[in-house]
Structures are given as structure tokens and as C-alpha cells.
């Protein structure tokens, strides 16, 4: 089965100095239909004004991942990590025990655009962990390049649950296939562009939830940047 989740359904919140589109229910956006898909529980869309961010907030026992699209975020954290992503990053931090961070864009001319997706570990009360690592455009154009895995497999970073995150570039020459196991789920979502995917046509914000289903192929991209999540189910 395939449902398609219109980006004109997630939830929204302009504070003015953020911009956010909720793909699952968070804060003050609750939707009983849409509170997590397998340990998926979060896919923010956020945009930050110049010289604008979040202040120091705690999380527990969530994996989060931050992916910037544009502009440049720093993050600072207790144990001690401070560093600034960019375009390309992908940054995992395991807050287990309970973890404290802010991030912040320090630019005072550009807005920063990223993902932020929790992810629910398999384990709770693990030690905070936080990993970082760069994948250039050449590795995810016009194919879906594995970014976050349980083993950290083919250098991506690693995650406590067994959930793949892919991470994929295309333009209208390109395509790319992938099997899918019907015991488990897949959740793709158009960050930027649009894309034809099982022969849908899907735009900015639009996801797409697989279960029961062998196999997504991916064509037809004008300008697209998509993340596919592989997930337990």
C-alpha cells in the first residue's frame, strides 16, 4: 500500500523567526493520524531567520538528525561538541540519558533551511552520543545515497534503531530503483523540487508512506533533493 501525504496537510508554525512545517504532530500541531510511522516520529521543515535560533533545550532518548538544505547552522551541546553544518551535512546526536543543545544561525544576511527528523531508539537510557559527517552532491546525484544506518555502513552515520536513511538527487535524466521488504515500511519525502516516484508526481513537502510493498523507483526529477527512510515496522 502507498499513501500520499500532501504537503498541504502537515501541520505549520510562523513565529516569525522560525518557519515550520510538521510532518508528524509536534508541539502545539497534534494529529491523532499522524503521530509517528514506525519509529519515525518527526520531520520538521525549518526555516530560520538571520542572526535568529533555538536557545539551550534538553531532549531524552531520541535520535536526532539535523540536515541542512541551505545557509549554515551551529550547534553547541554539553558534552561539549560546537561545530557549524552546512549543505551536505548530516549530523546525529543520541540524547539517551538526557542531553542539552542549542543551534543557532549565526548569518546576518541568510535564512538557514534544514530537516530535523527524530527517530525513536531501540534502546532507552543509552549514553548521549553525537557523530557529523559530510556527503558531497556528486555522492547523491541521480542516486540514493545511504547518510544514517544501525552499523554506519558505507561511512554513514550511525543510528541506535534499525532504520536506513537515504538521501537522493535527481534531475529529469535521472532515475533510481530500490527493493523493498513488505515486513517493513519506507517513508519518502520531497525536500525540494519534484520528482515522480512509483509513478506519482510529487512536489515540495509531499511524502509518500510504503508497506506492504517490493520495490520504488524514482524518475523524472526537476531539481529534486528527497530523503527515503527504511523502518522497522
Given at each position: 500500500m502507498i499513501e500520499?501525504?500532501?504537503?498541504?496537510?502537515r501541520g505549520h508554525a510562523n513565529h516569525g523567526w522560525l518557519n515550520s512545517y510538521h510532518s508528524f504532530s509536534f508541539a502545539e500541531y497534534v494529529d491523532p493520524q499522524h503521530m509517528h510511522f514506525g519509529p519515525l516520529r518527526v520531520i520538521n521543515d525549518d526555516t530560520i531567520e538571520p542572526g535568529t535560533g533555538f536557545g539551550t533545550h534538553g531532549h531524552q532518548d531520541m535520535e536526532i538528525i539535523t540536515y541542512v538544505l541551505e545557509g549554515e547552522l551551529a550547534h553547541k551541546d554539553s558534552m561539549g561538541n560546537g561545530s557549524v553544518i552546512r549543505p551536505g551535512d548530516v549530523?546525529?546526536?543520541?540524547?539517551?540519558t538526557g542531553i542539552r543543545h542549542s543551534e543557532f544561525n549565526h548569518s546576518q544576511e541568510y535564512k538557514t533551511h534544514f530537516m530535523q527528523i527524530w527517530i525513536v531508539p531501540s534502546d532507552k537510557g543509552i549514553s548521549p552520543s553525537y557523530e557529523e559527517k559530510h556527503f558531497p552532491s556528486t555522492e547523491k546525484n541521480?542516486?540514493?545515497?545511504?547518510?544514517?544506518?544501525?552499523?554506519?555502513?558505507?561511512?554513514?552515520?550511525?543510528?541506535?534503531?534499525?532504520?536506513?536513511?537515504?538521501?537522493?538527487?535527481?534531475?529529469?535524466?535521472?532515475?533510481?530503483t530500490m527493493a523493498l521488504s513488505p515486513?517493513?515500511?519506507?517513508?519518502?519525502?520531497?525536500?525540494?523540487?519534484?520528482?515522480?516516484?512509483?509513478?506519482?508526481r510529487l512536489t515540495t513537502g509531499d511524502a509518500l508512506k510504503f508497506?506492504?510493498?517490493?520495490?520504488?523507483?524514482v524518475e523524472n526529477g526537476d531539481n529534486a533533493e528527497i530523503l527515503l527512510f527504511d523502518l522497522p515496522a
Amino acid at each position: 500500500m502507498i499513501e500520499l501525504r500532501k504537503n498541504t496537510e502537515r501541520g505549520h508554525a510562523n513565529h516569525g523567526w522560525l518557519n515550520s512545517y510538521h510532518s508528524f504532530s509536534f508541539a502545539e500541531y497534534v494529529d491523532p493520524q499522524h503521530m509517528h510511522f514506525g519509529p519515525l516520529r518527526v520531520i520538521n521543515d525549518d526555516t530560520i531567520e538571520p542572526g535568529t535560533g533555538f536557545g539551550t533545550h534538553g531532549h531524552q532518548d531520541m535520535e536526532i538528525i539535523t540536515y541542512v538544505l541551505e545557509g549554515e547552522l551551529a550547534h553547541k551541546d554539553s558534552m561539549g561538541n560546537g561545530s557549524v553544518i552546512r549543505p551536505g551535512d548530516v549530523q546525529r546526536m543520541s540524547a539517551g540519558t538526557g542531553i542539552r543543545h542549542s543551534e543557532f544561525n549565526h548569518s546576518q544576511e541568510y535564512k538557514t533551511h534544514f530537516m530535523q527528523i527524530w527517530i525513536v531508539p531501540s534502546d532507552k537510557g543509552i549514553s548521549p552520543s553525537y557523530e557529523e559527517k559530510h556527503f558531497p552532491s556528486t555522492e547523491k546525484n541521480g542516486r540514493l545515497r545511504l547518510v544514517a544506518s544501525r552499523d554506519g555502513r558505507d561511512g554513514s552515520v550511525s543510528l541506535h534503531q534499525d532504520a536506513n536513511m537515504y538521501v537522493g538527487l535527481f534531475n529529469i535524466s535521472q532515475h533510481a530503483t530500490m527493493a523493498l521488504s513488505p515486513s517493513r515500511l519506507a517513508y519518502l519525502h520531497v525536500a525540494r523540487g519534484t520528482i515522480d516516484v512509483n509513478g506519482q508526481r510529487l512536489t515540495t513537502g509531499d511524502a509518500l508512506k510504503f508497506s506492504d510493498e517490493t520495490a520504488l523507483k524514482v524518475e523524472n526529477g526537476d531539481n529534486a533533493e528527497i530523503l527515503l527512510f527504511d523502518l522497522p515496522a
